[in-house]
């Protein structure tokens, strides 16, 4: 099983709603990333979980907070967005963080957010 | 620093060969492509590393040159499927708070036309 899932594919919220955006793969990976995509643009990596434990973070505001509950569980929760944070959030998992980076990453389908 | 790609868009018809070039203004430790589809998540294609150890599909090829900071993805035979936005994703530090991560290159459009 080479999927990864994420949940749910479409969200509208509002700018003082609370959301949580869901990520899970069963491939025994132990990195997983959360990437921000706009239209027509390339994916801008947010946050990396290596073994569970945060190990980048793309300076990215409070407003977004990751969470990796365990190895096979990654969310990314929401609070207080801007309008400017309408995009695909993908998110993906890679065997191991190495580096020089020597593992595909495996990309979920993504979720498509609206803030409204 | 985002890497460049070149061309930004290309057409093909079925059959023929195309070349999409990465390019980095420092140095690279590994380069990854990745091929989406529109609406679709991107998929691996190919790994690169200095030194020449490579990583990816069969019937796709591509080149690193460390010298020039460059990598090359070539597509032969275009199939209709080959179709999508290709990014080349560098690694431009080894180890550090940039352990492992990828930066993209704004992307090339391939279509290919029957």
């Known amino acids: 099983d080479t999927e990864v899932t994420q949940t749910p594919k479409h969200l509208v919220m509002g700018m003082t709603n609370k959301k949580s955006l869901k990520c899970e793969q069963h491939?025994?990976?132990?990195?997983m990333y959360w990437y921000k995509q706009k239209a027509k643009k390339p994916p801008e990596l947010m946050f990396v979980y290596s073994y569970e434990k945060l190990s980048i973070n793309e300076s990215v505001p409070s407003r977004f907070s990751p969470e990796c509950p365990n190895s096979s569980l990654l969310n990314l929760h929401l609070h207080a967005l801007q309008p400017e944070d309408s995009a695909l959030y993908l998110c993906?998992?890679?065997?191991?963080?190495?580096?020089?980076?020597?593992?595909?990453?495996?990309f979920g389908p993504g979720t498509r957010l609206t803030v409204t | 620093q985002q890497p460049v790609q070149s061309p930004q868009a290309v057409i093909l018809r079925e059959g023929e060969d195309a070349v999409i070039n990465c390019s980095s203004s420092?140095?690279?430790?590994?380069v990854h492509w990745y091929r989406q589809k529109h609406g679709e998540a991107p998929v691996f294609l190919m790994i690169?590393?200095?030194?020449?150890e490579q990583k990816g599909h069969d019937k796709i090829s591509a080149s690193f040159n460390e010298k020039k900071q460059q990598s090359s993805l070539y597509l032969t035979a275009s199939q209709l499927s080959y179709s999508g936005t290709y990014f080349c994703g560098t690694e431009m530090n080894a180890g550090g708070t940039s352990y492992g991560k990828l930066t993209f290159g704004q992307g090339t459009i391939l279509t290919v036309h029957p």
């Open positions: 690169l590393l200095k030194g020449g």
């Open positions: 993906a998992s890679s065997q191991e963080l190495a580096s020089p980076s020597t593992y595909e990453q495996y």
């Open positions: 491939m025994g990976h132990r990195a």
């Open positions: 420092k140095a690279l430790y590994s």
